[in-house]
């Protein structure tokens, strides 16, 4: 809690004893999944679970050499839509598609002199609210990067009621 923290080890036998956090039994599955009041989608492999020191995601996905993918919203559907918006000026639009009520953009980009990717899906999230899956990384790490934030956007579903 607050500043401290410290590596939880949840295969030990005294895992459920910590006060970092609550572990406990739960389906068999195959794949860890990332709770939060709002929504539950599937932890990537290979993605470190971090805070967002910026507030704006619930939690942070860190990759290797700097991949990001995130969580923002639920928003009102006019802060994300129409998605091209989303794109910042030294951003360049690869790719637009529509799936369902769902869409998603590829954009192209340099950063540092290196070639970059990011993908965001603007999720419909209720009557008039949406949200945004954003994942970034360096253009020779897109391939990964892409199978990770598809996967979030096919498993994010709503919060199971307490």
Known sequence: YGAESAVLDVRAADASASPLAVVAPGPQTLA??????TYSCAWP?????ADDPDGLSAFLLAGERGALMWVSGPMPSERALPIENLADEDQRVRAIADEGENV??????VHEGEP???RRYVLHWGADEVLVLTAQAMALDEDVVRAAIDELAQTIAPALPN
């Open 32 to 37: 860890w999944r990332i709770l939060t009041d």
């Open 45 to 49: 492999r290979e993605f470190v679970l």
């Open 104 to 109: 998603r953009i590829d954009l192209d980009y």
């Open 116 to 118: 970059w990717w990011q």
